[in-house]
């Protein structure tokens, strides 16, 4: 009978090392998971931060894109004035002249 105790212990031995085996590698693939979810997560957060960046990236292409406008009327405006300016004194001028022009006849 003792050997069957013997052949029950070794078997329950061996049945031990096996689980025990079993268990460090599912503890081993659970930490390459982890890890894996990890990256996967890190991964993901760097998406939504592009994303984002992105969505910023185009309003302010549209924001400088409305500014150029505004700074090109601008100019037109400035040059607009200048020669409207040079015109009146051209105009003030001529009847300046035509004047001393009559006076002097």
């Known amino acids: 009978m003792e050997d069957a105790s013997d052949e029950a212990l070794a078997a329950a031995e061996k049945a031990l090392d096996a689980a025990v085996l079993e268990r460090n590698q599912v503890?081993?693939?659970?930490?390459?998971?982890?890890?894996?979810?990890?990256?996967?997560?890190?991964?993901w957060q760097l998406v939504q931060s592009l994303e984002e960046i992105d969505k910023k990236e185009q309003q302010h292409l549209f924001y400088k894109e409305e500014v150029n406008e505004k700074r090109s009327r601008l100019e037109k405006a400035v040059k607009a004035a200048g020669l409207l300016e040079m015109i009146t004194k051209t105009r003030q001028l001529s009847r300046e002249a035509f004047?001393?022009?009559t006076a002097a006849g």
């Open 27 to 43: 503890e081993n693939e659970l930490k390459q998971l982890e890890a894996r979810f990890n990256e996967a997560k890190e991964v």
């Open 99 to 101: 004047r001393d022009g």
